[in-house]
């Protein structure tokens, strides 16, 4: 029996584990959190309070001892421990679901679970003894999109409900209609992976008109010869001030062939929203309310219906960055923007020193 597929997992949402351990198979870091976003909306709903999200190579006493206690806040929902990198070698170290495999196929098997174990792994072969207990109850989610040349039959089925996805997917967020073939050339386009389906969606936002309809001789002129990876760990790492991760990802995104335009249609994506964010507390204190109902009112109205697992994270990295800095950015993007068009544009420069602005130890000037 072949795995539940995150696609089938996001159009019928009750199949989603509220307990025990689930395993999410695959490297495409925008259908991972696709795929935990949906689990977590039904297995905790009171959000992020009730989810821990673990380091690399976490040790099993922590995890276990995560997943068995009770929330110290009561509530409907459980507590939910998410482990990624599980299978793979870190620093030299034997992988979490190597070292951890007889232990995490006794839970697996338990009775009763008080509490839900998610996994991220890059593979999970189908021939081990965890991965036959848990297929069988529809808790290995594969997250992966099989490449247009594929001739095995389940594949291409995956492959048609990649498409439907990319089409339901840009009517959803942002009111585009792609035709089945617009659909399926974007994905092509996009190398088959989500998150640079998402970042060209972005592109083609700002570039036609609201609730258009994109064909493929469109998608086409506005979107091919664009070659991109996924930049949203990189901006998420940049966010918070880690600065040395973000240019070693930023590094690894440009040795794997992402133009640097497209790198900065990302990041000008996520610190605009940051601005927005900031904008929009501003206001709402002119209206009376004090700094922490401004904070909250604001990410509800940026995130929506994700804020019940986006808030900690974002109000994070607003922190972080601080709204003394954030002030700054549009010149920023704007002095990035036009260095990129000019004398930087074969250069990486512009993109470095974006990261470096968000270094908890750079000093913005004074307003």
């Known amino acids: 029996m072949p795995s539940l597929h995150v696609f089938d ?46 380091d690399d190579l976490p040790e099993w006493a922590d995890v276990i001892d995560e997943v068995n206690t009770a929330s110290l806040f009561g509530g409907d929902g459980i507590q939910v421990a998410v482990v990624p990198n599980v299978a793979k070698r870190i620093n030299n170290r034997t992988p979490f679901l190597t070292v951890n495999k007889e232990r995490l196929l006794k839970y697996a098997k338990a009775e009763y679970h008080p509490g839900l174990m998610i996994l991220e792994a890059g593979s999970f072969p189908g021939n081990t003894s965890l991965y036959k207990a848990l297929n069988k109850d529809n808790r290995v989610i594969d997250c992966r999109i099989p490449e247009p040349s594929t001739w095995k039959k389940p594949e291409k089925e995956i492959r048609k409900l990649a498409v439907k996805w ?24 996009s190398h088959s992976n989500a998150g640079v389906v998402e970042m060209n969606l972005l ?8 609730d258009a309809t994109v064909n493929a001789e469109q998608m086409h002129e506005l979107v091919n010869g664009w070659h991109q990876k996924n930049t949203f760990e990189m901006v998420d790492v940049a966010a918070v001030g880690n600065t040395s991760e973000a240019l070693r990802l ?20 996520a610190q605009r929203k940051f601005v927005r964010m900031t904008r929009g507390m501003q206001r709402y204190r002119r209206q009376g309310y004090n700094g922490s109902q401004a904070l ?61 602005y968000l270094d908890p130890e750079f000093e913005p000037p004074k307003a």
């Open 296 to 356: 909250q009112q604001c990410l509800r109205d940026e995130l929506g219906k994700s804020y019940g697992f986006r808030h900690k994270s974002t109000t994070q990295q607003l922190s972080a960055m601080t709204s003394a800095r954030i002030t700054h950015f549009m010149r920023w993007l704007l002095e990035a923007d036009l260095d990129l068009k000019n004398k930087f544009s074969r250069s990486t420069l512009p993109l470095e020193k974006l990261i470096m």
């Open 166 to 189: 990319v089409s339901t997917w840009a009517k959803k967020s942002h009111k585009l209609t792609l035709g089945p073939e617009a659909s399926e050339l974007l994905l092509e386009l």
């Open 250 to 269: 930023l590094d690894n995104l440009i040795r794997e062939g992402q133009d640097t335009r497209q790198i900065f249609g990302g990041m000008s994506y």
């Open 203 to 210: 592109k083609l936002a700002l570039l036609v008109e609201p």
């Open 9 to 54: 997992l996001l159009r019928s949402p009750e199949k989603a584990p509220t307990s025990g351990l689930c395993v999410l198979v695959g490297s495409d870091y925008f259908l991972l959190r696709q795929a935990s976003d949906t689990i977590l909306a039904k297995a905790s709903p009171e959000g992020t309070d009730n989810v821990r999200y673990f």
